[in-house]
């Protein structure tokens, strides 16, 4: 006897999408069922060629159909809320890209939802769900390094400003925090064993705007591409503490005069260290010398369909289990707090208490 799939919606087909797509066909209980955006023909095309049988262009018709179980939102950061609201409200589970949405506020209507309803909401944390990430969970789950008291990341672009939404900061939020940024506080508070907040401090500038007139060099685009949209910041850094003593320190831009791309995620405990980017390394001392150790693994640094991938599989086992996500709403909820906490000291120029 076959066992029924989970019925799959992908809300919001930009660049993103096809990550999601091509994850969900490559997960054996699921079935790519209905997809839906506004922009219509970009729905059929992709209806097309993922070969999906139902096309939408209003989420809310998508929503009403009692044969979907589960959505991926992969839409602008202003309608995650919205959207994650009513899809669980319809009786969806849903798997929200990232960041959760734009404000506190949001975040406590999605969490409510959640607890009301009872289904599943997955945050797109999909740095946590990369092999090598889940590695070093493991060795820091079995204290490999100690007390983790201070961790560090980078995620800088030279030249990297999606532009058209991203850069509305109505739409998306903010800049290169809330975007890029998102990714490397996770990945790094999800390792130190999401210690409580307690206070932020943190500076946002705006220099160089987005650079458009660059020549030679390309990047990530939001499918609408328009650069003469830009209100958000260029590059922010911040200093979070939390209750137990640990801090992490951040720097990241969408533009900035730096030689290269750089992306870093470091730990530092008692007993050890760990970098995760930009290359997978554990540091810790033996017999009065310090070894750095180099894990034999397939990738040295992210692999970004495979982490995609192992997000999707583990969304739909969710579902169909009813067990918790390891990127619950509530993460999603502490996440907007550091975030709104960062850009709410850089526009006041003080430390913001949680
Ligand atoms: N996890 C990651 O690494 C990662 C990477 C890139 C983007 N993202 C996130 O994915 C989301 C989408 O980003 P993107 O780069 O694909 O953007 P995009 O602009 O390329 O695509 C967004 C799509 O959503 C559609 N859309 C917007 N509002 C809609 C609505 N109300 N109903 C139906 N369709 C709607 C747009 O028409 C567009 O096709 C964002 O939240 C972004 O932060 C995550």
Redesign the pocket.
């Known amino acids: 006897m076959s066992v029924k799939k989970t019925k799959i919606g992908i ?7 096809d ?1 999601h797509l091509q994850g969900y066909q490559k997960v054996e209980e699921a079935e790519l069922y209905a997809i ?4 219509q023909t ?2 059929e095309n992709k209806a097309q060629q993922y070969g999906i049988p139902h096309v ?4 809310k018709e998508m929503l009403a159909n009692p044969e979907l179980d589960a959505v991926s ?8 809320a ?2 994650s609201i009513a899809a669980l409200r319809a009786g969806k589970h849903v798997l ?4 959760l949405c734009r404000t506190v506020e949001e975040a406590l209507l999605i969490q409510e939802a959640v607890r009301e309803t009872g289904k599943t909401l997955q945050v ?4 946590r769900y990369d092999a090598n990430a889940q590695l070093v969970k493991r060795f820091i789950n079995n204290g490999e390094l100690g007390e983790v008291y201070y961790a560090k990341a980078s995620c800088i672009r030279r030249l990297g400003n ?1 532009g ?3 850069a509305d900061p109505e739409r ?1 939020g903010g800049g290169p925090l ?3 940024g ?2 490397v506080i996770d990945l790094c508070w999800y390792m130190m064993g999401r210690p409580k907040p307690v206070s932020v401090s943190g500076n946002t500038y705006k220099k160089l705007g987005n650079r458009a007139h660059i020549r030679n060099l390309s990047f ?6 328009d650069p003469t949209v830009n209100g958000v910041e260029d590059m922010a850094n911040a200093l979070i503490r939390f209750e137990n003593g640990a801090s992490l320190l951040v720097d990241v831009s969408f533009t900035l005069h730096a030689k290269k791309d750089e992306i870093s995620v470091k730990l530092y405990g008692d007993k050890g260290g760990v970098e995760l980017e930009p290359e997978l390394t554990f540091v810790t001392e033996k017999h009065d010398t310090i070894l750095n150790i180099t894990p034999q693994t397939d990738n040295k640094s992210l692999n ?1 369909h495979e982490a ?1 991938y192992h ?1 999707i599989s583990h969304f739909v086992s969710c579902c169909r289990s009813g067990a918790e996500p390891i990127s619950p709403v509530e993460d999603g909820l502490e996440m907007m707090k550091m975030l709104c906490g960062i850009y709410e000291s850089a526009a006041k120029g003080i430390e913001i208490q949680l």
Request: hydrophobic share 40%.
């Open positions: 809300i919001g087909l930009g660049s993103i999408s990550l839906c955006d506004m922009n970009r729905a939408y262009t209003d989420y939102i992969c839409t602008w950061n202003n309608t995650h919205e959207i929200v890209e990232k960041p797109g944390f999909v740095r999606p058209g939404w991203f998306s809330i975007d890029i998102v990714h990530y685009k939001a499918a609408d591409y970004v995609f997000e």
